[in-house]
């Protein structure tokens, strides 16, 4: 069994194929057994579950990128905060 891979806020990764071509992925937090990510350049927050993150990172479908400077990964933050307060309003 391999280890899991640590995340850290502000952790960038790129999709490289798949429904998210283009995407850069900024890790925000864990939830439940998911990761939770803003998606640039939308601004939308997408849930993927970590078999998934898995498979992905081990078959070099999400590449990391770098870890964002404090004040931009602040900014994600607060925008995957208000995209979550948004959500349950509805």
């Given amino acids: 069994m391999t280890e899991p891979l640590k995340f850290d806020t502000g952790d960038t990764y ?3 194929t798949g429904k998210y071509l283009g995407e850069f992925f900024v890790y925000i937090e864990s939830c439940q ?6 998606s ?3 601004m ?7 078999e ?7 078959n070099n479908i999400l590449e990391f990128q770098e870890k964002l400077p404090h004040k931009v ?7 995957y905060q208000q ?3 948004n959500i ?3």
């Fill in 14 to 16: 790129a999709v490289t």
């Fill in 33 to 38: 057994k998911s990761k939770c990510f803003l």
């Fill in 40 to 42: 640039l350049p939308k």
């Fill in 44 to 50: 939308i927050n997408r849930r993927i579950e970590e």
């Fill in 52 to 58: 998934k993150i898995d498979h992905a990172i081990n």
């Fill in 73 to 79: 990964r602040r900014v994600c933050v607060q925008q």
């Fill in 83 to 85: 995209n979550e307060k």
């Fill in 88 to 90: 349950h309003r509805r």
